[in-house]
């Protein structure tokens, strides 16, 4: 009996060694071009990826050590971040014109929580995740947005969270939001990643994260982008950077859907609920505040430019065959006058009237007293 209970405890805590080397596996290390470690990701890397930084460097992961657990980057150059200045402008603060500002919320991974908060790192019941997205609802809410959180949970925390919380994300999005949200926590152990003091307050910073693979990863990095050039006028630091994953994170569903992340487990959850308000505000002005270059402006106005321009060489092409139409037909009426009339007597009358007729595009034009 003894044996047998000594060989149970062995496999568990096999298991458990073995859960915890998986989660510390997930964990990826992005080195820079000279070597030194640029940020971690937790969760998968694959060559393709793209990565903004808090600098606003743009990077793209070239390579993927999956035993190192780190993936190499390359420096594409300085990121194409929007123009914000209408921030400074007093007249960037109203937003009369839109009337109707709707904002949606939901968690995806239900379970994730904060250790020096929630007590846990996972609740399997509901976790900590759901007050800080009920927090940042309410920052939206004071400033005059309607907001929808959703308290569905989605367990458990594995591959088919995604799958399950579509179904949630897909009924908030019946009632027309002008964004939405999937609020997590990230899992990488170092909490100085995500440690921010702005302001001699102290918060956390919070990672965006878009999906590459769905038809609206273009929109949703404007936006995400939009998001952080916002934040880093009104708030430097809030934002800690931009990862483009090779996920769709339901993110197809709709333009302007971005995902999450306030500081990671190990942060004191104190410090993620004192930023929901500074990035309350963020995501109001991004959405609603600018005057022009916002990603509130009208789907008409954020029509790529290459449809225009396409448009235009279509236009200039059909009226180029146009011209060329009449002059050849100017041509040929001009040898069969010259054959009928006998000759320049009767050309030039003839020029005379075609000039009459055209309003003096072809022809011989008649002197001014004339």
């Given at each position: ?142 400033l005059g947005v309607s907001v929808t959180l959703s308290d569905a949970t989605h367990h458990p925390h594995d591959a088919g969270a995604y799958r399950r919380s579509r179904q949630t994300a897909m009924e908030l999005l019946k009632d027309g939001p002008g964004a939405i949200f999937d609020i997590h926590r990230d899992g990488i152990p170092d909490p100085d990643q995500y440690a921010v003091t702005i302001g001699n307050k102290k918060m956390s910073k919070v990672r965006l994260l878009v999906g590459k693979g ?157």
């Open positions: 009996m003894k044996k047998t209970l000594f060989s149970v405890l062995a496999a568990l805590a096999l298991c458990l060694a073995a859960l915890t080397a998986s989660a510390e596996e997930d964990v990826y290390t992005l080195l820079g071009p000279d070597g030194q470690a640029v940020t971690q990701y937790m969760g998968e890397c694959e060559a393709g990826d793209e990565y903004i930084s808090g600098d606003n460097l743009h990077y793209r992961v070239v390579s993927v050590d999956p035993q190192a657990k780190t993936a190499q980057l390359e420096l594409l150059g300085e990121a194409d971040m929007p123009d914000v200045s209408w921030l400074e402008m007093e007249q960037s603060l109203a937003v009369s014109a839109v009337s109707n500002k709707k904002i949606a919320l939901y968690c995806t991974h239900s379970d994730e929580s904060y250790i020096e908060g929630d007590g846990t790192e996972s609740d399997e019941e509901r976790g900590g995740i759901y007050d800080v997205a009920a927090a940042f609802g309410e920052g939206l809410e004071e769905n038809q609206n990863k273009d929109a949703n990095l404007s936006f995400a982008k939009q998001i952080k050039a916002v934040a880093d006028k009104m708030y430097p630091g809030l934002i800690k950077d931009i990862y483009m994953g090779k996920g769709a994170y339901n993110q197809d569903l709709a333009p302007r859907s971005v995902l999450l992340e306030f500081g990671t487990h190990t942060l004191p959850k104190e410090r993620v609920l004192a930023s929901t308000g500074p990035m309350s505000e963020v995501v109001y002005k991004a959405l609603y505040g600018g005057v022009t270059g916002s990603a509130g402006a009208s789907d008409a106005s954020r029509a790529p430019a290459s449809e225009t321009v396409e448009g235009a060489d279509q236009d200039n092409t059909g009226a180029g065959w146009a011209v060329w139409l009449v002059v050849a037909l100017v041509a040929g009426l001009g040898v069969f006058a010259f054959l009928s009339t006998g000759g320049r007597g009767g050309m030039s009358k003839w020029g005379r009237s075609l000039s009459e007729m055209t309003g003096g595009l072809f022809g011989k034009k008649p002197p001014r007293d004339e």
